[in-house]
């Protein structure tokens, strides 16, 4: 038996049988017969193994190993297993096995013999034990204890890593999901880094985290390409581990095929008509929704909006909401439902309030605020707010000694209250904006120019936004403010004790420069203006625009006054059921559906671990903002308020758009905050960047230099605190915390709704 055939090369004919050579140095051999770049090597079989063994001690193993290594070329050597059962689309192994790299050619026998002793390691038992139903799969060498050996030559590695031919979270076969890190790959695979990541899409390269700048968009786009011709070769999608050396070339150092890929992720809306994740509770949900949260409290809060809307209407008007992929949607009324609407209510009740709470405030505000605002506001003031808290107060003694059906109906309750309040919410605070299209509308027409002509450069000719600007007398933050609407997370006074207290705060908002310059840009206005008929109604426009600008926040600061009750509901409900061996943990309660919310339920735990990780995996989606057509006659309306806010339509090549929320200019270093549980990273004089904030976001404001939000519109949270704090905000941009990476150079333009980046 020849040399070469004993120890047979990399891309050699008897290197490519899997039975024999093992999965990885087959795949490996394979692609190096193709022609792809293989760092040279050669395959020690466990036949070729025993037979170098029995030769006499002149022409053994040690020899054999470095006469095969001098013909792959001058080390050091990878000497790493390669079993039979690996890298199966069922049985990775990954990581199983031993590697041992930088090996000179005189150590090569002891780390060959060091790697086949690890095909006996305990672990690998194991992990063959869960995987009888691949038992077929595994071939002689494996089922008979032995292994195959790879030894090829190290890379000289500026970087190396890990690339996905499909996105392992979305299943998305256009995406190649690149990692990589500096020097070798172990780092990476072992978990210990986590890397710089790009994702390339048509050839296209996206930096997506990580901080170093390690990879340039060019090497990214070539290490994608030879993996999508790998993906293409073998037939189906690949995990590939890569190194790019000091001269610039791309080396493939493994290829298997990529295990549990979800299938592609498909955003398709729940129904017909128009879905928007951005409205009403999606404002107030930056992440997806967890299962007992959507299957209890949104339909209960939906169901008491709807019938607090119906009753004022004097017709049934159901918004309806769902979830795709995890993420809540909300669908308007469809146009086909609004004469119905319009026309079906008890003596014209429903076309009444149409046209005097929803379109009169964008062209009358102070006629709306007079005719039934001011009136709907006095009842959430005497009556909604008040039975909001008389509940809240007297079911909480009540937790200890209830029952699970008492438990229950104290959460229905607190919902029921909870979908009244967040209907007052949408009648009078919603007028907020469509009021601020009022006072946008009287600024371009009487002021922008004026402004602009007399001082150019000062706050003045800012934009209308201004005038809205330092306004709020409200705590910055309460004990029951959430930081996201879903009862999974704390609330503020959970996370900071100190302000659990009822009725304690976090102290006022501290006094702006936002309020100095709305109170400098008023007296500019009023001297435009002074001796026209025209001061008179900026001063009516003014007071009422400003009016409900407060009241949307202060509504907005007690709608979640229930959450601290409801978790404490939830609490008791997880105990009982974990208590009862229903589920494994208390806080398991959440990943479990309303029919498992009673002692006779059987074990939800498999339910449970199933639920927690699409949910997990569902919270890194970027979800879109909208599905389904917009009605052309309709359109977007927060679009186009957002378009005519705009201090210009000129906006810079390559920019990421949204909606301009909050006026100025700031340069700064970007840091995505997914939660709270990163609030303590972010430092003064970053730009904030998450997919929406709420109340309990408000302290992250005070050091930020500007703010950029995935969802949101001109009347979100992050838009009013913005305005209150004197910094520059662009909400909506869809997909920001996406785009954008924690360390990346960027300014905001809070006038123009841009966010321009000044790193790759």
């Known amino acids: 038996m020849s040399e070469d055939i004993l120890f047979p090369p990399l891309g050699h004919p008897a290197a490519l049988a899997r039975e024999t050579v093992g999965s990885k140095a087959a795949a490996l051999s394979g692609l190096a017969a193709a022609g792809f770049p293989v760092p040279a090597g050669f395959v020690v079989t466990g036949t070729a193994l025993a037979a170098a063994r029995a030769q006499d001690a002149g022409a053994g193993l040690d020899g054999a190993l470095q006469a095969a290594a001098r013909r792959a070329g001058s080390g050091p050597y990878a000497v790493r297993s390669s079993a039979a059962a690996e890298d199966l689309p069922g049985a990775s192994f990954a990581g199983m096995y031993e590697s041992y790299l930088n090996v000179s050619a005189p150590d090569l026998a002891a780390a060959v013999e060091r790697c086949c002793d690890a095909a006996t390691a305990d672990r690998i038992r194991a992990y063959e034990s869960s995987l009888q139903q691949h038992r077929d799969d595994l071939g002689p060498a494996q089922a008979g204890g032995g292994m195959a050996v790879l030894v090829q030559q190290m890379v000289d590695a500026a970087a190396a890593g890990v690339a996905f031919t499909a996105n392992p979270l979305t299943g998305d076969r256009s995406e190649t999901v690149i990692s990589a890190v500096p020097g070798l790959g172990e780092s990476l695979v072992s978990g210990l880094q986590t890397g710089e990541e790009w994702i390339v899409r048509t050839g296209l390269p996206v930096h997506a985290r990580g901080e170093d700048g390690l990879l340039s968009a060019e090497t990214a786009t070539a290490v994608a390409a030879i993996a999508g011709r790998i993906g293409r070769h073998f037939g189906c999608p690949q995990d590939i581990e890569w190194a790019v050396d000091r001269d610039g070339h791309v080396q493939i ?102 046209i005097n709470a929803v379109l009169r405030p964008t062209f009358d505000p102070a006629g709306a605020d007079r005719t039934i605002l001011r009136g709907l506001e006095g009842t959430w003031r005497q009556d909604c707010l008040p039975a909001y808290k008389a509940l809240i107060d007297s079911s909480r003694p009540a937790l200890p000694a209830a029952t699970m059906p008492e438990l229950i109906s104290i959460v229905d309750e607190v919902a029921r209250q909870a979908g009244e309040y967040l209907w007052f919410i949408s009648a009078t605070g919603g007028a907020a904006w469509k ?55 704390p609330t503020a006074g959970e996370r900071f004790p100190s302000h659990a207290e009822p009725g304690g705060t976090s102290g006022p908002l501290p006094a702006t420069v936002a309020a100095e310059r709305r109170t400098i840009t008023e007296a500019a206005c009023r001297a435009v203006l ?141 840091r995505v905050v997914d939660g709270p549980g990163e609030f303590a990273r972010f430092m003064p004089g970053e730009v904030l960047v998450a997919r929406v904030t709420a109340p309990a976001w408000t302290p992250l404001f005070t050091d930020a230099a500007a703010v950029v939000t995935d969802g949101g519109n001109l009347a979100a949270h992050a838009s009013l605190i913005a305005r209150e704090y004197g910094i520059p905000a662009v909400v909506g941009t869809g997909n920001a915390t996406h785009v954008l990476r924690t360390g990346q150079l960027v300014t905001v333009d809070g006038n123009a709704g841009t966010i321009e980046t000044h790193e790759g």
């Open 435 to 489: 009021m601020e299209v009022a006072l946008g509308r009287f600024w371009r027409r009487h002021l922008a120019g004026a402004l602009a002509s007399a001082a150019p450069d000062s706050e003045n000719a800012m934009g209308y936004q201004v005038l809205l600007g330092g306004l709020s007398p409200l705590p910055a933050v309460v004990p029951h403010a959430v930081y996201s609407l879903d009862w999974y997370h």
């Open 530 to 670: 002074r001796g026209t008929p025209r001061l008179e109604k900026f001063e009516v426009l003014l007071s009422v625009a400003q009016h409900y600008a407060i009241l949307r926040e202060e509504q907005a600061r007690d709608f979640t006054l229930g959450w601290p009750l409801l978790r404490r509901c939830a609490a008791e409900l997880g105990g009982r059921l974990h208590d009862r061996g229903i589920i494994a943990a208390p806080d398991d309660v959440y990943f479990v559906t309303l029919d498992a919310l009673r002692t006779d339920a059987p074990p939800q735990q498999d339910a449970v671990s199933r639920r927690r990780a699409d949910w997990l995996r569902q919270r890194k989606l970027a979800a879109p903002l909208t599905l389904g057509k917009m009605p052309p006659l309709l359109g977007n309306a927060f679009d186009r308020i957002a378009n005519s806010a705009r201090s210009t339509r000129n906006l810079p090549g390559g920019a990421i758009v949204g909606h301009p929320a909050s006026p100025g200019r700031a340069m700064g270093r970007v």
């Open 253 to 354: 150092l493994q290829a298997r095929p990529m295990t549990a890929l979800p299938d592609p992720v498909v955003w398709e809306p729940p129904g017909k008509g128009i879905w928007v994740r951005n409205f009403r509770l999606g404002e107030w949900l930056p992440e997806p929704v967890t299962p007992l949260f959507m299957d209890w409290l949104i339909p209960r809060i939906d169901d008491a909006f709807n019938g607090t809307l119906g009753e004022t209407l004097g017709v049934a008007a159901p918004v309806r909401s769902g979830v795709v992929n995890g993420w809540y949607y909300l669908s308007p009324p469809s146009p086909t439902s609004i004469p119905r609407m319009l026309f079906g209510g008890a003596a014209r009740q429903s076309l009444s309030f149409f």
